[in-house]
Protein backbone atom coordinates (compact mmCIF):
# COMPACT_ATOMS: atom_id res chain seq x y z
CA UNK A 1 0.00 0.00 0.00
CA UNK A 2 1.30 3.38 -1.13
CA UNK A 3 0.83 6.51 1.17
CA UNK A 4 -0.82 9.62 -0.72
CA UNK A 5 1.07 11.32 -2.61
CA UNK A 6 4.42 9.74 -2.26
CA UNK A 7 5.90 7.11 -3.69
CA UNK A 8 6.86 5.42 -0.53
CA UNK A 9 5.35 2.56 1.29
CA UNK A 10 3.11 4.18 4.31
CA UNK A 11 4.98 1.27 6.66
CA UNK A 12 8.51 2.62 5.05
CA UNK A 13 7.33 6.26 5.73
CA UNK A 14 6.67 5.21 9.90
CA UNK A 15 9.96 2.95 10.03
CA UNK A 16 12.17 5.85 8.78
CA UNK A 17 10.53 7.83 11.25
CA UNK A 18 10.85 5.64 13.79
CA UNK A 19 14.80 5.29 13.12
CA UNK A 20 15.57 9.05 12.97
CA UNK A 21 13.26 9.31 16.50
CA UNK A 22 14.93 6.74 18.29
CA UNK A 23 18.39 8.38 17.11
CA UNK A 24 17.08 11.97 18.73
CA UNK A 25 15.85 10.62 22.06
CA UNK A 26 19.21 8.21 22.41
CA UNK A 27 21.82 10.53 20.66
CA UNK A 28 23.38 7.86 18.32
CA UNK A 29 24.17 8.31 14.71
CA UNK A 30 22.68 6.45 11.62
CA UNK A 31 23.49 6.06 8.26
CA UNK A 32 21.22 8.69 6.51
CA UNK A 33 18.18 7.36 4.79
CA UNK A 34 18.94 7.02 0.91
CA UNK A 35 21.48 4.55 1.91
CA UNK A 36 18.92 2.12 2.22
CA UNK A 37 16.24 3.84 -0.61
CA UNK A 38 18.15 5.84 -2.95
CA UNK A 39 15.44 7.21 -5.09
CA UNK A 40 13.99 9.21 -2.17
CA UNK A 41 11.98 11.66 -3.33
CA UNK A 42 11.78 15.43 -1.35
CA UNK A 43 7.64 14.46 -1.37
CA UNK A 44 8.90 11.33 0.44
CA UNK A 45 11.31 12.87 2.70
CA UNK A 46 8.56 15.59 4.50
CA UNK A 47 6.27 12.65 4.40
CA UNK A 48 8.60 11.24 7.05
CA UNK A 49 9.22 14.57 8.35
CA UNK A 50 5.55 14.67 9.17
CA UNK A 51 5.22 11.46 10.56
CA UNK A 52 8.49 12.35 12.69
CA UNK A 53 7.03 15.20 14.07
CA UNK A 54 3.35 13.16 14.69
CA UNK A 55 5.64 10.89 17.45
CA UNK A 56 6.73 13.83 19.18
CA UNK A 57 3.58 15.45 19.15
CA UNK A 58 2.01 12.27 20.61
CA UNK A 59 4.16 12.37 23.61
CA UNK A 60 3.14 15.70 24.51
CA UNK A 61 4.99 17.83 22.84
CA UNK A 62 4.43 20.81 20.51
CA UNK A 63 4.91 22.78 17.81
CA UNK A 64 6.33 26.65 18.66
CA UNK A 65 7.23 27.35 15.04
CA UNK A 66 8.76 26.82 11.32
CA UNK A 67 12.46 26.29 10.48
CA UNK A 68 13.87 27.46 6.95
CA UNK A 69 17.00 25.25 5.62
CA UNK A 70 19.44 25.42 2.65
CA UNK A 71 19.00 29.53 2.89
CA UNK A 72 22.39 30.38 1.77
CA UNK A 73 22.87 30.72 -2.03
CA UNK A 74 26.13 28.61 -1.67
CA UNK A 75 24.55 25.73 0.47
CA UNK A 76 21.61 25.29 -2.25
CA UNK A 77 24.52 24.99 -5.36
CA UNK A 78 25.64 22.78 -2.87
CA UNK A 79 23.15 20.67 -2.67
CA UNK A 80 21.58 21.56 -5.91
CA UNK A 81 18.29 23.02 -5.17
CA UNK A 82 16.78 25.88 -6.39
CA UNK A 83 14.93 26.57 -3.07
CA UNK A 84 14.90 26.00 0.10
CA UNK A 85 13.56 23.59 2.69
CA UNK A 86 11.14 23.87 6.34
CA UNK A 87 10.71 21.89 9.30
CA UNK A 88 9.25 22.27 12.63
CA UNK A 89 9.86 24.23 15.87
CA UNK A 90 9.24 21.82 19.02
CA UNK A 91 8.71 23.21 22.48
CA UNK A 92 11.34 20.55 23.23
CA UNK A 93 14.19 22.25 21.55
CA UNK A 94 13.32 25.50 23.08
CA UNK A 95 15.76 27.15 25.41
CA UNK A 96 15.11 30.63 27.61
CA UNK A 97 18.15 33.37 26.25
CA UNK A 98 21.07 33.02 28.36
CA UNK A 99 20.10 29.82 29.85
CA UNK A 100 22.00 26.50 29.58
CA UNK A 101 21.56 23.57 28.11
CA UNK A 102 23.12 20.08 28.49
CA UNK A 103 25.18 18.77 25.73
CA UNK A 104 24.19 15.75 26.45
CA UNK A 105 21.63 14.03 24.57
CA UNK A 106 22.84 15.37 21.47
CA UNK A 107 25.12 14.06 19.05
CA UNK A 108 27.17 16.65 17.64
CA UNK A 109 25.56 19.89 18.17
CA UNK A 110 26.22 23.50 15.68
CA UNK A 111 25.14 26.63 16.21
CA UNK A 112 24.17 29.17 13.48
CA UNK A 113 23.38 32.89 14.17
CA UNK A 114 20.14 33.73 12.66
CA UNK A 115 17.25 36.26 12.76
CA UNK A 116 13.47 35.10 13.56
CA UNK A 117 10.45 36.71 12.91
CA UNK A 118 7.01 36.45 14.38
CA UNK A 119 4.38 37.63 11.96
CA UNK A 120 1.44 39.58 12.63
CA UNK A 121 -1.02 37.91 9.67
CA UNK A 122 -1.38 35.44 7.89
CA UNK A 123 0.80 34.50 4.75
CA UNK A 124 -0.50 32.40 1.75
CA UNK A 125 1.16 31.27 -1.17
CA UNK A 126 1.55 30.01 -4.00
CA UNK A 127 2.38 33.43 -4.45
CA UNK A 128 3.84 35.34 -1.80
CA UNK A 129 5.93 37.90 -2.61
CA UNK A 130 8.99 39.58 -0.46
CA UNK A 131 6.92 42.91 -0.04
CA UNK A 132 4.17 41.14 1.13
CA UNK A 133 5.91 39.07 3.67
CA UNK A 134 8.06 41.81 5.22
CA UNK A 135 4.69 43.60 5.77
CA UNK A 136 3.49 40.31 7.59
CA UNK A 137 6.36 40.40 9.85
CA UNK A 138 4.96 41.89 13.34
CA UNK A 139 8.70 41.33 14.99
CA UNK A 140 12.66 40.48 14.81
CA UNK A 141 14.50 39.06 17.42
CA UNK A 142 17.85 37.56 17.44
CA UNK A 143 18.58 33.90 17.13
CA UNK A 144 20.41 30.43 17.89
CA UNK A 145 19.92 27.90 16.28
CA UNK A 146 21.37 24.41 17.45
CA UNK A 147 21.54 21.91 14.70
CA UNK A 148 22.65 18.11 15.45
CA UNK A 149 21.88 16.09 12.37
CA UNK A 150 21.16 12.01 13.39
CA UNK A 151 23.56 10.94 10.55
CA UNK A 152 26.84 9.82 10.88
CA UNK A 153 29.54 12.26 10.02
CA UNK A 154 26.92 14.95 10.01
CA UNK A 155 26.71 14.02 6.08
CA UNK A 156 23.60 14.00 4.17
CA UNK A 157 22.15 14.56 0.93
CA UNK A 158 18.49 16.41 0.62
CA UNK A 159 16.07 14.04 1.05
CA UNK A 160 17.73 12.50 4.51
CA UNK A 161 18.23 16.27 6.20
CA UNK A 162 14.19 17.14 5.09
CA UNK A 163 13.28 13.77 6.47
CA UNK A 164 15.37 14.62 9.71
CA UNK A 165 13.17 17.84 10.21
CA UNK A 166 16.25 20.05 8.65
CA UNK A 167 18.86 18.96 11.73
CA UNK A 168 16.47 20.93 14.13
CA UNK A 169 17.82 20.48 17.60
CA UNK A 170 17.67 23.04 19.89
CA UNK A 171 17.01 27.38 19.31
CA UNK A 172 17.19 30.28 21.88
CA UNK A 173 15.03 33.33 20.70
CA UNK A 174 16.65 37.12 22.17
CA UNK A 175 14.84 37.59 25.15
CA UNK A 176 13.77 41.16 23.62
CA UNK A 177 13.06 42.11 20.31
CA UNK A 178 11.51 45.16 17.67
CA UNK A 179 9.28 45.69 15.76
CA UNK A 180 9.85 45.27 12.02
CA UNK A 181 8.64 48.43 10.58
CA UNK A 182 11.23 50.67 9.78
CA UNK A 183 14.11 47.95 9.64
CA UNK A 184 15.75 47.37 7.27
CA UNK A 185 16.18 43.65 7.92
CA UNK A 186 18.44 43.04 4.30
CA UNK A 187 21.34 44.83 5.88
CA UNK A 188 20.99 44.10 9.63
CA UNK A 189 24.92 43.37 10.58
CA UNK A 190 24.95 40.04 12.64
CA UNK A 191 27.60 39.15 15.06
CA UNK A 192 28.27 35.18 16.19
CA UNK A 193 30.95 34.95 19.70
CA UNK A 194 32.01 32.03 20.92
CA UNK A 195 33.53 32.28 24.47
CA UNK A 196 33.96 35.71 23.55
CA UNK A 197 35.71 36.15 20.21
CA UNK A 198 33.96 36.42 17.49
CA UNK A 199 33.71 34.16 15.17
CA UNK A 200 31.45 35.33 11.97
CA UNK A 201 29.84 38.41 11.25
CA UNK A 202 27.29 38.14 8.59
CA UNK A 203 23.96 40.53 7.67
CA UNK A 204 20.64 39.68 6.42
CA UNK A 205 21.56 39.54 2.99
CA UNK A 206 23.07 36.19 3.75
CA UNK A 207 19.14 34.84 3.93
CA UNK A 208 18.16 34.17 0.65
CA UNK A 209 18.87 37.95 -0.17
CA UNK A 210 16.77 39.00 2.37
CA UNK A 211 14.82 37.17 5.48
CA UNK A 212 11.64 38.45 4.12
CA UNK A 213 12.33 36.21 0.98
CA UNK A 214 12.64 33.48 3.57
CA UNK A 215 9.48 33.55 4.93
CA UNK A 216 7.92 34.30 1.59
CA UNK A 217 9.48 30.84 0.18
CA UNK A 218 8.06 28.75 3.46
CA UNK A 219 4.42 30.25 2.47
CA UNK A 220 4.76 29.68 -1.14
CA UNK A 221 6.08 26.08 -0.05
CA UNK A 222 3.45 25.78 2.63
CA UNK A 223 0.77 26.53 -0.09
CA UNK A 224 1.70 22.73 -2.01
CA UNK A 225 0.37 21.43 1.28
CA UNK A 226 -2.60 23.38 1.06
CA UNK A 227 -1.05 25.22 4.27
CA UNK A 228 -0.36 29.16 5.20
CA UNK A 229 1.85 30.64 7.36
CA UNK A 230 -1.33 32.06 10.35
CA UNK A 231 -0.30 35.17 12.17
CA UNK A 232 1.77 34.80 15.06
CA UNK A 233 3.96 32.24 13.85
CA UNK A 234 7.57 31.96 14.86
CA UNK A 235 9.65 31.66 11.69
CA UNK A 236 13.50 31.15 11.85
CA UNK A 237 14.16 32.50 8.79
CA UNK A 238 17.69 30.73 8.32
CA UNK A 239 21.22 30.58 8.96
CA UNK A 240 23.12 34.08 8.46
CA UNK A 241 26.58 32.19 9.17
CA UNK A 242 27.87 29.20 8.82
CA UNK A 243 27.47 26.42 11.38
CA UNK A 244 30.46 25.98 14.43
CA UNK A 245 30.33 22.81 16.35
CA UNK A 246 30.15 23.31 20.23
CA UNK A 247 31.50 21.36 22.95
CA UNK A 248 30.69 21.75 26.65
CA UNK A 249 31.80 24.78 28.68
CA UNK A 250 30.85 26.78 25.28
CA UNK A 251 29.22 30.23 25.32
CA UNK A 252 27.58 31.64 22.43
CA UNK A 253 26.20 34.97 21.90
CA UNK A 254 24.20 36.35 18.07
CA UNK A 255 23.68 40.11 18.32
CA UNK A 256 21.98 41.51 15.52
CA UNK A 257 22.02 45.49 14.78
CA UNK A 258 19.25 47.29 15.51
CA UNK A 259 17.47 44.16 17.19
CA UNK A 260 19.27 42.57 20.21
CA UNK A 261 20.94 39.56 21.20
CA UNK A 262 20.13 35.86 22.17
CA UNK A 263 22.88 33.76 24.06
CA UNK A 264 23.25 30.02 25.56
CA UNK A 265 25.59 28.33 27.78
CA UNK A 266 26.87 24.49 27.00
CA UNK A 267 26.79 22.34 29.69
Known amino acids: MK ?26 EVDKITDE ?46 KPIYGCLLASGSVADGARTPTRGLIHPKVEAEIAVITGRELKGPHCSVAEAMAAIDFVFAAIEVIDSRYRDFRFDLPSVIADNTSAARYVIGAAGVRAAGLDLRHLGVVLEKNGDVIATSA ?64
Open 37 to 82: APQLSQEDAYAIQRALIARKLARSDRITGRKMGLTSPAKMRQMGVD
Open 204 to 267: GAAVLGHPAASLAALANMLAEEDESVPAGTLVMTGGCTEAFAVKAGDHVRVTVQNVGAAALTFE
Open 3 to 28: SSGTGLAAADIERFAALLDDAERGAY
